[in-house]
């Protein structure tokens, strides 16, 4: 049974920083593509960061410059280093991950049929 566990949600103040980590589990191998979104309040799920299993990634134009995406394929663990953190950044973030190979629209939500349970960032100013 393929499970996503996300860790490392917290509060922090505006301009502080925090790392968010994925740790996946019943795969036989890592997945390809293992990315970041999130959802804010009354806001639609969005794509923050994708990195497939050869460092490739894919990030959200609201986050380049201050987020960063890595991991370990052999512990299949998807890491986010936020920092300039902003308030707009408070959202639910969520893990999701998907082995098929994307010609495009890898940080389109609705590729992803693997999805965690979420990690609350709360970002105060």
């Known amino acids: 049974q393929v499970q996503l566990v996300e860790s490392g949600g917290g509060s922090v103040q505006s301009g502080g920083s925090l790392r968010l980590s994925c740790v996946a589990s019943?795969?036989?191998?890592?997945?390809?593509?293992m990315g970041w979104f999130r959802q804010g309040s009354g806001k639609e799920r969005e794509g923050v960061a994708i990195?497939?299993?050869?460092?490739?990634?894919w990030y959200a134009d609201s986050v380049k410059g201050r987020f960063t995406a890595s991991r370990d394929n052999a512990k299949k663990t998807l890491y986010l280093q936020m920092s300039s953190l902003k308030s707009e950044d408070t959202a639910m973030y969520y893990c999701?991950?998907?082995?098929?190979?994307?010609?495009?629209?890898?940080?389109?939500?609705?590729?992803?049929?693997?999805w965690g349970q979420g990690t609350q960032v709360t970002v105060s100013s």
């Open positions: 999701a991950a998907r082995s098929a190979w994307l010609s495009s629209g890898q940080l389109a939500p609705g590729v992803y049929r693997n």
């Open positions: 019943g795969y036989s191998y890592s997945p390809t593509y």
């Open positions: 990195m497939d299993n050869q460092g490739r990634t």
